[in-house]
């Protein structure tokens, strides 16, 4: 189904256009969301931007050697003395007075160069996900180009913080839920945005059809636990009768199991692709949407539900609040607020690039908008409740991190 053909998107576009745009044509971006494996290396809901993403001038496919750093800068505010969290478990194998290695359970030591190092920081200790490792240097502290950023790499080690050849940050190693894929390309991934997760006890964003590393010939299997249990949820005695809602996703899914979990009387759930800006069916009884049942979906993620005629529905909130991270391309994202009930203004207010926001309210039948600064009558999306679902517009693709 197209995005044309859906009532719901129609009356999206005949508001939007009294609001002058809504919802862009999304195009792909250079990443591929994937296994998320290592956080960016600074506390979590900074903001960070690529500066030199591969085969620069600095980090050389000639030189064999770490073609595959990044360098980042910070966006929410100065780079200078920022805090460098490790973003994994492991043993300082290499320190000086700016930089070190941290060489992980794969035997993959992790390069952060142009900071000052903590006293403790020493070869042999050994740190864990989320703790403080050192302090970025302004320009002017370290030969850093005149740029106070993070050298970040991957490389292969001989032992005793010799250094090997740099990997690319893709399957076990994709940095906050992103594939960086590797072609001779210089600098690929300039400008690429991400908002950093990393905190103690951290655990690595789920999978959206990952390209996965290859196994290990050692490697044993991974049990995966049952999925939690959905909450019983009593429908309001006021939810709306029949019609259209949208859902918030609580925990990975296909759609189809999605569709199984809800256990409501629906009669077809719409996804939204923001990469094409196009809506795909699905109908448990309709064979030809047996490609959109696989599909994945994430925590934070939204869909569309069409509630049988005559029948009072709604879905249910989430058990507590959490921290979910999104990624968000150009233009309109359908996606769900996973935090406690929270002013529409401060639960985006670490939205990079935000444009607007807007949501249906299926008790009026009508549309709710959020614009920065807008007038009152235009503003009439007010506060979020845990696991409201809305359109978040954005100028420019990032990762968002909702935090609780």
Do not use: C
């Not at 992980?104 to 403080?132: C, E, K, M, Q």
């Amino acid at each position: 189904m197209s995005a044309k053909a859906h009532p719901a998107y129609r009356a999206v576009l005949v508001v939007a256009a009294v609001l002058v745009a809504v919802a862009a044509a999304i195009g792909l971006g250079s990443g591929v969301r994937a296994e998320g494996g290592v956080p960016i290396p600074a506390p979590a809901g900074t903001t960070w931007s690529i500066i030199a993403g591969y085969n620069t001038a600095t980090h050389s496919e000639a030189d064999q050697q770490d073609p595959h750093a990044i360098d980042i800068v910070r966006t929410d505010a100065s780079t200078d003395w920022t805090p460098v969290l490790s973003p994994v478990d492991g043993e300082v194998s290499w320190s000086d007075d700016n930089g070190l290695t941290i060489e992980d359970a794969n035997g993959y030591a992790h390069l952060l160069v142009h900071l000052d190092p903590d006293d403790h920081i020493r070869r042999g200790v050994r740190v864990s996900v989320g703790d403080r490792v050192g302090l970025v240097f302004p320009a002017g502290y370290d030969v850093n180009g005149g740029v106070a950023h993070i050298h970040y790499a991957i490389h292969a080690t001989y032992g005793g913080g010799y250094l090997g050849r740099s990997r690319p940050f893709i399957g076990r190693y994709a940095i906050e839920g992103r594939e960086l894929h590797w072609s001779d390309e210089s600098n690929l991934h300039a400008g690429v945005e991400f908002t950093s997760t990393n905190v103690q006890n951290w655990t690595a964003p789920a999978v959206t059809n990952p390209v996965q590393d290859p196994p290990e010939a050692d490697e044993a299997p991974v049990a995966v636990a049952d999925p939690e249990p959905v909450p019983v949820w009593t429908i309001p005695d006021d939810a709306p009768v029949g019609g259209w809602r949208t859902v918030g996703v609580q925990r990975q899914s296909s759609v189809a199991g999605l569709f199984a979990d809800l256990d409501a009387p629906l009669s077809e759930l719409v996804v939204h692709n923001p990469y094409q800006d196009t809506y795909h069916r699905f109908d448990p009884l309709d064979g030809g949407s047996a490609a959109i049942a696989v599909q994945s979906l994430m925590p934070g993620q939204a869909v569309w539900a069409l509630v049988n005629a005559d029948v009072a529905w709604l879905p249910a909130p989430p058990p507590a609040p959490r921290q979910v991270t999104i990624r968000l391309s150009d233009g309109a994202n359908l996606i769900s607020w996973q935090g406690p009930d929270r002013h529409v203004a401060d639960a985006l207010r670490n939205v990079a690039h935000f444009s607007r926001a807007y949501r249906y309210d299926p008790y009026s039948g009508t549309w709710q908008f959020w614009l920065p600064d807008g007038p009152d009558f235009l503003n009439t999306l007010d506060e979020l409740k845990s696991g409201d679902a809305l359109y978040v517009v954005v100028r420019v693709a990032s990762i968002w991190t909702q935090l609780p």
